[in-house]
């Protein structure tokens, strides 16, 4: 050998590999898991009144930062909250459409929460209220228990049951440290959900936009287009696809001229309450919804009605709406801490998701008391509230209070809004959630996970909702079963005048070593499903080798190098199959050598007796000592 | 540094890493794995006329054995094949028993069966028929269909459909190549559902010990325990109690014997014909079947009748059936293989999977034609077999013969043949089954693979056959997306003088370099369930690291180095995360060096452009060179 890059004798370090301290057992991981799960980590000695004043700092972010709110900030706060409600007073209304509600409960909606957030959320950016995706998800799935317009009261009963549910869950996960829950969707399979979702949104738009009154109650595309195919027949009034589409033109153009000049940002926040206004007037001028255009008509306005006695946590509908309470819970989850934790890393701090799940799930359960339906953090209006300067969360309390002042003073000059404009206002929040470029990206990366986005998008937009997210977790778990059962295996080879072996697809400057055969075995747990497509591709692997070199050279291979610190646990499927390999290669009078295992695979072949068919002298530390021993053992046995 | 193992100058392993060649596209995996699965791995080039001799070969073992076959093997075949039938005509009648058939129906399955598989089969030491686990499978499922006491018409009729899709579908297993499905049952599970089912197997023959007219349909304990505990108070006859359990017990002494000393195994072997015979003589002589001993009474003898038109692939049984055959098909081959393999292993050759799949699909489709029910490899009759020197499949063609002759000659003598003999049989061929001591060491070594071995034995045995196995494929696939999603994580140390760095942990005397805080990344896929914890955990023990330091040396942290080796793929939701947690680490004030990532890691790093903002710099092909890095770095910062 011409390097020796170890000063360690070899004998020592077989010892090492060997006498390994005994790893974690199961029990203590699974006890450690727990304790670290539900215990907050602290290096400080245990007392109660600590536990307790670290427990509500934790839960009441607002009692650390308040500390040091001054007048400065607030200007900021106050200024982002009038321009954050002036986006989401409009967007409430048109949301609690899409939700099949009167228009007051998307402005309670926009109070509540956002009051319970300010004072529990640690994020600093994320505007709370009704959003679009969760809005489409709620209607889409409870009217396939109940029909809103057959009967509206248990409609209303089930929505509020449906919240206080998601708010339980919500906190639950928080509580139970399941943040994980939120990855549940991968970042491909939200761009293909919020996409599907999307477009389903805005064909839902098309109701108000052309002023159907009948339409269908599924979400598909197919359903939609015969529906509207159907309604060109039916009479309908150009009135309100004028209104509606000149005014999303509008909107549209204010957001294009912000987008090319920053400083006019305010000009995109406000166009959508400008267009309120003056559709409005429009119509209030023209009369003309004598002549066709639906109008809003009676808004019920005052403080939020309690609702506490619509919540029905009884038969025969609270399995129903338990599972709808999953799926939009861990929904609105998913992205209000998408939305959170991008602007967060964008202002250099981190949020918490546990902490998050509590503060949302507290936010939903106050909000079900309170006539409001599932509030969730909005991408749009974030980004509104980011660009506007906002300092803390206090521009949700600002938004927030300007809604309630709305609600009590100007609902009954909503009589004539027309309904087309809450479609060109949905419609214009439409192409944010629309991702082409992380698609493109994805496509170009990952082609497994372009496949989880258009399955999930296509899922969406042909199916339902759920089932585009079925769709996605069920690809996404294949995806990682699969990859787990069929693991690439390498043959590694020396790079030159050195002690490093690598793999030779990868580095084709690296060169096999004549009659010595290393492989690496890249699974991280070789078990019961991989074992025997391991020992199969060895064994191929070895006896094509064998071949070729008797062919070429006349030379026989002498040993094999198994590399196994890719493999980190293994079963006793796979320790088995481990005997059954070294046996075959033993039978085809081949030396085997081990190198590397990790701290449970050697642990585990110790018990099983495994080192001792091996022999504790063929397992190594590192491949280079393995390559050395064989290197000897070829020298010794010629 | 001390040491210097590199010779190669350190830009040009950076290039080497940023600049290795394109892995191989997902396109050309996939086209790749599904031309490997379909098309024999030959080196020679194509030509349809080898094709088709590799295909005949391949498909007929005994056109290459047969050539060498010579008359001192098929001696030793022969005494294996008398041995062989001497055991399998009483078992065969007991599980025919077992599968709600009558006697002959388990004596044709000992025919043709045995005749194909072997000419198909390349086993040298199967011994094929009907077994216990098979029999009480299909006798479970399909009475949830037909009541076999109700309408034994159709109880066959569905016998005869589902042994032919069983073939069918084990032929077509092994013609995809899909072997796969054979690993999908672990070795613990395999122990545990054997173990459960020879229970259940053994509760149901108390029916035929306590010669009860009326029993449970249901294989549960408790339904069986209810059952008989009912029956106790109905009148029994001890005499079938008495004959079964004296034989019973003269079976096991033979088998006691046979352990001890290995030249009397024969006896062990031809115990069970013997205790019929026996009992048969009893029986006739006492005429005791006049006073409540219940005997067989009528077999019909003769050549295999033809079922082929009581195959019904139509509705309304057809879905059952191919649900029931699905099951049968799966655990017939799952058995087989186990036993094939397990007696190739000590002959020393190799099974091919896919090759065996296809003689037992044939062997099943030709035996539902010939009024066969499902046969597959037996353990007890394979293990008997081997012990009694057999040398190929032609021991096989002897049994088939031996039974056949039975079957033309003798089967008016089974007309006084007790029915607790066949319980008798039965119940003597199931502590083989229960394997505790495997058990045992799975608990030793493995806890999760001991939960499943457990799960799935409570299962069968309180439960159903269907729910162990539902228990078992579900609580496997949750044990590896749990380690996929929670991979374990270390902090690496180096060994002192050398330049090897490994896990603290499993090696104590593996000390960190101060500054440097080195860790490495534990799972095979970095993906959207995994990388928020992987994140989480880097950025948790950076800090606390951060802090420890600056409590104790009141040095700072200098850089971090990720070792990349044992992460072997990413995904977009990865790719992002990396990405952050590279951000997070420079908010912090710390250089980031990522040291060995794998081909798919580094291409799609690139691809993503995230090779920019880490910087191709600090990406090495060794930990070491990242080290080496990160001190001088530290020297030009002080």
């Known amino acids: 050998m011409a390097h020796e890059s170890t000063t360690v004798p070899t004998f020592s370090k077989h010892a090492m590999v060997l006498d390994s301290p005994e790893p974690p057992s199961v029990w203590k991981e699974v006890t450690g898991t727990v304790k670290n799960v539900l215990v907050p980590r602290d290096n400080k000695p245990f007392s109660p009144s600590c536990f307790l004043t670290a427990c509500i700092k934790g839960l009441f972010p607002v009692l650390q930062w308040g500390r040091n709110y001054n007048l400065k900030s607030f200007r900021s706060d106050f200024m982002a909250g009038l321009t954050l409600a002036s986006l989401g007073i409009p967007q409430s209304i048109g949301y609690a459409n899409l939700a099949k509600l009167d228009p007051q409960y998307g402005l309670y909606t926009s109070v509540v929460p956002p009051l319970i957030y300010a004072v529990m959320g640690s994020s600093r950016e994320i505007a709370i209220g009704p959003v679009a995706v969760v809005s489409l998800l709620l209607s889409s799935m409870i009217q396939k228990v109940v029909d809103p317009t057959v009967d509206v009261d248990t409609y209303h009963k089930l929505v509020f049951t449906v919240t206080f549910l998601t708010g339980i869950f919500q906190a639950s996960f928080g509580l139970l440290r399941l943040g994980f829950l939120v990855d549940l969707l991968s970042h491909a399979a939200i761009v293909g959900f919020m996409a599907g979702a999307a477009i ?33 027949h039916q009479p309908w009034h150009s009135g309100n696809f004028l209104i509606g589409c000149s005014f999303l033109i509008l909107i549209l153009i204010t957001r294009f001229i912000a987008r090319k000049n920053k400083k006019f940002f305010w000009l995109s926040a406000i166009a959508p309450l400008l267009s309120v206004v003056l559709s409005t007037l429009i119509v209030f001028i023209t ?133 087309a404009i809450l479609a060109s206002i949905i419609l214009s929040a439409l192409p944010g959630l629309i991702d082409y470029k992380a698609a493109m990206s994805i496509w170009k990366v990952d082609k497994m996970d372009f496949l989880i986005c258009m399955g999930t998008f296509l899922g969406v937009l042909f199916g339902s909702v759920e089932i585009g997210l079925s769709i996605a977790i069920i690809i996404s778990f294949a995806k990682i079963v699969i990859r787990a059962i069929r693991p690439s295996m390498e043959v590694l080879g020396r790079i030159e005048g050195t002690e490093i072996f690598c793999s030779i697809r990868q580095y084709p400057m690296a060169i096999p070593t004549p009659s010595v055969f290393l492989m690496r075995v890249d699974c991280s747990f070789l078990c019961f499903m991989n074992a025997n497509f391991i020992r199969e591709r060895i064994i191929r692997w070895v006896t094509e080798e064998c071949d070729t070199m008797k062919e070429k050279t006349g030379d026989k291979l002498q040993s094999i190098i198994i590399d196994m610190s890719n493999v980190m646990n293994i079963d006793t499927s796979g320790l088995a199959t481990l005997e059954e390999i070294h046996k075959e290669l033993v039978f085809l009078n081949l030396q085997v050598a081990i190198a590397n295992p990790s701290w449970t695979v050697i642990h585990k072949m110790k018990i099983a007796g495994l080192t001792g068919p091996i022999g504790g002298d063929w397992i190594f530390l590192t491949v280079a000592d393995a390559m050395q021993a064989c290197l000897s053992f070829k020298r010794d046995s010629v």
Not at 208 to 222: A, Q, R
């Open 200 to 232: 389903v949104i805005g064909m839902q738009q098309l109701k108000g936009l052309l002023g159907l009154s009948h339409f269908t109650n599924s979400t598909d595309v197919v359903s939609v287009i015969k529906a509207v195919s159907s309604a060109v």
């Open 287 to 419: 009369r003309s919804d004598k002549h066709g255009v639906k109008i809003i008509q009676h808004v019920h306005g005052g403080l939020n009605p309690s609702s506490a006695k619509q919540i029905q946590l009884t038969q025969p509908y609270v399995v129903e709406c338990t599972k709808i309470a999953l799926v939009c819970g861990v929904i609105a989850l998913t992205e209000a801490i998408a939305v959170g934790r991008s602007f967060a890393s964008v202002r250099g701090y981190r949020l918490d998701g546990n902490k998050e799940m509590m503060a949302m799930g507290f936010m939903n359960v106050a909000g079900s008391l309170s006539s409001c339906y599932v509030a969730t953090g909005s991408f749009s209006r974030s980004a509104v509230n980011f660009s506007a300067g906002c300092k803390t969360a206090v521009s949700n309390i600002v938004m927030a209070a300007t809604v309630f002042l709305a609600l009590q003073l100007f609902t009954r000059l909503l009589y004539y809004t027309p309904v």
